[in-house]
């Protein structure tokens, strides 16, 4: 099973940036397509951002030309550059598998103040 690991959330001001990062071992996260999940409170887990194992990128309309998701498969990591975030971006934000879903970490608070 993949453990996931994301971090680099933290309050900002709107008009603000965040880069989170998405970690995890072994050898299938690197051979998976990924996307950046987040849950607002009271509201249904959406994805924002997803990325293939060739690099090819998907965002949800209210985060396009905003977000900018990445990958490096030697470090096994998955990122979300994040730039001029609003207040409605506020929530927890996950990483995982696009599709089958691993079991999922514990995400990462991105609270954005206006």
């Known amino acids: 099973q993949v453990r996931l690991v994301e971090s680099g959330g933290g309050l900002v001001q709107a008009g603000g940036s965040l880069r989170l990062s998405c970690t995890a071992a072994g050898s299938t996260f690197r051979f998976s397509d990924i996307g950046w999940y987040r849950q607002a409170p009271g509201k249904q887990r959406e994805l924002v951002a997803g990325?293939?194992?060739?690099?090819?990128?998907n965002y949800a309309n209210s985060v396009k030309d905003r977000f900018t998701i990445s990958r490096d498969n030697a470090k096994n990591t998955v990122s979300l550059q994040m730039n001029n975030l609003k207040a409605e971006d506020t929530a927890v934000y996950y990483c995982?598998?696009?599709?089958?879903?691993?079991?999922w970490g514990q995400g990462t608070q991105v609270t954005v103040s206006s």
């Open positions: 990325i293939t194992v060739s690099g090819s990128t």
């Open positions: 995982n598998r696009a599709g089958t879903w691993w079991s």
